[in-house]
Structure formats: structure tokens, C-alpha cells
């Protein structure tokens, strides 16, 4: 490993000597190790070179040899039988300290290698001639030696010779690290340097068999980085490319060296862990990455915290052939992310029929055109006393007789772009309950994909112009994911707020940005997510996180003049809990599910005038 030089100033003059030495030569260790050569198999094209100039200039033995921190090795050797000797007989040591040819004529006359062993001793070198190997930056790393047990002359010629084959040794190392950056490219992700696909099946495929000898399984993840389209979109590519880059980092950071981090390209990274005794460990495996990431990045001078979905197979006991494993790990990612993120073990029972993704792109835009949508709504109540104080619209796919869940096809609609036209669909539908008096307000669910779009604000303008709704009725949901870029987020939100129509933040406490920097935005509401509200009553530490985060929350929202609704409320003393701890308004199945609106009578009374709608008013 090559040591950054240290400063320089309290050395003495001899020290300082010393100290240079010193880190001269761990650049040229480094720059050794960087061509890869010692240690490596017997190569013809290097025999060669030894062989001519062994016969050319009429040498019993010669060779090529490599100067290691503290050992000569030989790449190449004629008429010797040692593969490496320590550096303190090595003649080559001697050559790639000084510059040009060394020539020693009689070796039992020189006093450096007099008393070297294998001038002493076997096999009694009496001529030695080498030619330092040299970088073209100037390293020398090794020589090009002849070597003969007889006291000999050495012509200006003879060295020359031994020169120009150094250098010939040189050019093949060149060549050598070329090959060898080749072969990484093939292997190597450019972007983060990780294994890249290809490298990845191969890494799985040792693996397995590594682990069938010794009994072991191995786990495969698929980790997909949640929204990371967004980041792209929001601070240019250079940004994404490094947030990939530091999610590399931080995922090699929590793995062993056995272990492989690989990336598949795009946002998607693949795991294998190795020599796990038992599959159980791999939740082990699981809460590092947790905990690594619960930790923002730093990127370009602002924190990011970044979501994934991770799904998660285990070799051989879900499946032993790499396609199925490799599936699996897919399906259960898919499943992670419907879920919200986190990570998903691969379960025959969850993940059975999924449909391939093109099928479902195919007839979700299908779907648009032949109206198989449907909004269901579901109220949000006051906590105080309970009262219906508007509706969440939720939509739901009607295919063929069966409904499908946005967690299902949401996702999708985001990647494919087909978001935008059903968010216009889903606003144009709410909008016009409203107006026709259905529903007294309704909150509707904005994906950071329409937010982000240059005319959202624009789109809402339409849509409320068109169905002739009261905006003070309307409620936009949005997410953190919207606000990653907070001056384009905040031009939006004044605009949607000139518009008349209100904006909450939505299953807040889950996005990438710090809490304290989204309360300072210009929304009116927080919406509390259900991952918190749901282990409220439990006893335990999760519970206790629970009501500390929730408390957090509201006095957060209060000190920003916010209020707070918790989401997923499912049982009696849920709602009371969440009322205590100081939320505002609650939604849940405990009030109710996502129903359709009956055409008449009202599923909810209008109460109030458009007049004092705040938010919900009447608080
Ligand atoms: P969300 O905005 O957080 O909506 C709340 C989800 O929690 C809804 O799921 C709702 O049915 C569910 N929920 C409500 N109360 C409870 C409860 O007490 N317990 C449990 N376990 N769940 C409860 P749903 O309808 O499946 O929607 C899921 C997500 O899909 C929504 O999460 C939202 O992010 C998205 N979504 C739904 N409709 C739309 C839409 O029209 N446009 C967009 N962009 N996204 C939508
Ligand atoms: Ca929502
Ligand atoms: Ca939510």
C-alpha cells in the first residue's frame, strides 16, 4: 500500500535521508504490486528473453528478478534453481539502487557481496551484470541479471544488450497490466469499481459450489435503491453517479472479504454472503445494512438518506439453480418495495404470482384506456371527537374482476411514466366528487414523478379550472422524494398554495431528507406513517420509539404552526394513544376502510362553508 508522505519539517538532515528513502521506496513497492507480476506463474515471453541473452552472451545463468519489500523473486531463470532469495544476498537489490548497468567483474573482490552466501556458498557467483527494470515513471522494480561463477570482462556492447532487454522486460509488463485492466473492465463496474453483473454469476456460481463442499448456504440479495430516478432527475446525473458511488462504499462497508458487492446496473446492487453456517445469521447480515444506512451520505454538500429494497434468497435451501435463486431474490425485492422498502426474504407462499413486468405494463395501459380504475375514499377524522373531516381518495385497478392494489402497479405507472396521465385522472375524478358534492374535501395522492414535472402546478390550474371544484376542498399528498431539490420544491408549493389548494407531507418520517429541514417547508399538514402509529401500544423498545418519534413529531409540526395526521390507525386505544401524544387527526380502518362513494346519499355530510375551511377546519 502506498503511504502518503508525512510532512517533513521535524527531521534532522540525516533523518530526512532516511524518511525520503523510505517513501521512495513504498512508491515503488506500490508501483510493483500495481503491475501484478510478482508471484505470478512461469511465462514463455520472459523464458525467452533470459534464453537470448543467456546465449548471446555466453552466460551459464541469468534471469529476470523482481525486488520485493524484503525478498528477491524470479520471474524468469536460466541455470538457477532458487525462485526467490532474501533481499539482503540480492545482487539486484544493488542494481536498482544506482542507475545504468550494474557490472560486477569478481564478486570475492567487492566488498558489497563478498560475503553474500551464494558468493560464499552454493552456487558460488564470481561475475554479476544487471540491468535495472525501470517504470517509464523512473521506479526501477527489478533487473535483468547474467551471472557466471567465473571472474569475467563486461563490454560497453555487453550492457547495452542487457539494457535493451530490460527494457524489453518492461514492455511486456506493460502489456501485462494492460491485459489485466481489460480483463477488470470485463469484470469491473466502471462507475463503482464493484464486481459487475457478469463478475456476479461467476462470484455466485463458486460460491454455491464452495458451499456445497462445506456444507454452507449462501445468501443472495437484490437491493434496489427506492426513487433513486428522482435524485437523477433532481440533481443531475453527476449527483446520481456519486450516490451510487457512496452506496457502493457503505454496502462494502458492512460486508466481509468473502463476501461480494456487486452492481447490476442502473440503481441495483447483488449480494452474496458466504460461510453461513446457518441461513438464520443472514438477518445478522440484514441489520448491518440497516444500521449502515441509517446514517445520511453526504452528497455535494447536503445529507441524503437512501432507501432500499433488499429481497433476499438463501442457496440451496429456496432453490439451487442460479436463474430460480436469482428470480427469487427479484421477487422478494419486488415485494420489499411494494411493502415500502426494507427487505423481503424470498417466501414461496408471498411471492408466487407475480406477473412478469411487461404483462403488466401492457395492461396497465389498457387499463387507462378502458377506464378500470376506480377511487376509493377513506376518511380522515378529528381526534378530538372522531369527525369525518374529509377523505383520502385511494385508487384501486379493477382488472378482470380482480382489484389490484396501487403498492402493486404504482410503482410501475412510476418508471414507465404512465403516473402522469392516471395522477391526472385520479385528481380529475377526485376534483369532481367534490364538486358534485360527494365528498367535502378529499386528499389526493401526488407522486414525486408528477410533482416533479415542469408544469405540475400548471396541470392542477387545468384540472381545477375544468371540474369547477372549491381548491380550499383539495388536499395534495405529497412525499419527501418530491422535495429533494427544496427551492424547485418550494417554487411548486407557493404555486400550488396560490392556487388555493393545501399540501400535506405524506408517510412522513420514511423519506431521504432530515425532519427539521421538510417542516421548514411551506405544507400545512404531516402525515404521520403507519410504520410508526402501528406499534404505538406495543410494549417494548420499538413501542417506546414509536411514541418518542410520533411526540417528536407533533412538537415539531406545532412549533411550525403544522398539524398532524396519523395514519393506519386499527384499533380504539391507537386512537386514543395518538390523541394523547397531541395528533390532530387520525385515519384508519378503525374508522373506516377505502370505500366507493355512493352515489347518493353522501358517504360524508358536508360541514362547514368553503369559508372556513383551513385545513380541515373545526378544529
Ligand atoms: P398512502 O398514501 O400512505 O395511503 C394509505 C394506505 O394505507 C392506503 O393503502 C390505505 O388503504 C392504507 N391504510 C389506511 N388505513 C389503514 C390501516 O388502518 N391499516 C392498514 N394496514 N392500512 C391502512 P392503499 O390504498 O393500498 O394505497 C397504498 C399507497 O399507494 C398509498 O399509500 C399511496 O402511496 C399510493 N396510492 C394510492 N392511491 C394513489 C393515487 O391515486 N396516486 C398515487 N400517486 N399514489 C396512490
Ligand atoms: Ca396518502
Ligand atoms: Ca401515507
Redesign the pocket.
Known sequence: MFIPPSPLRHFTPGQLEGHINQTSEEVRLAELYRYGIVDTLPEPQFDRIITLIAQYLHMPMAAITFVDRDRQWFKSRLGLQVEEMPRSIAFCDLTIKQSGVLVIPDATLDPRVAEFSNVTGEPHIRFYAGAPICTPEGHPLGAVCVIDRVPREFTPEDAAVLEHSAALVMDQLKLHITVQQLGDLALLDSLTGLPNRANFRQRLLHATRRADHAGESVVIGLMDLDHFKLVNDTFGHPAGDELLRLTALRLQECVSSSDTIARMGGDEFALIFTDLANPADSQLIVDRITQAFAAPLHLGGREVFVHSSLGLTVYPEDASDLETLLSQADTAMYRAKRAGGGHAFFHPRHDQSVPAEMELLVALHHALEHDEFE??Y?PIVRARDHAVMAC????RWNRAGTVI???DF?PLAETSGL?LP??RW?LREACTAVAQGRVTRVA????PL?FTQPHFSEQVALILRETGVDPQRIML?ITESSLLDPARGQEVLRELRDLGVHVGL??FGMGYSSLSALAQLPVEVLKI??FFTQHVDEPGAEGKRSVELIRAVVILAGAFGLVTVA????TAQQARTLQTLGCDYL????FG??EPLRPSPQLVPITGSASDLTVYPNL
Open positions: 377511487l376509493l377513506q383520502e381518495a385511494l385508487i392494489s396501487p403498492l404504482i403516473i392516471l395522477g385520479v389526493v395522492n401526488v407522486s408528477e399528498e405524506d408517510d406513517d403507519r395514519e393506519g390507525v386499527e385515519q384508519g380502518y378503525w376502510r377505502p
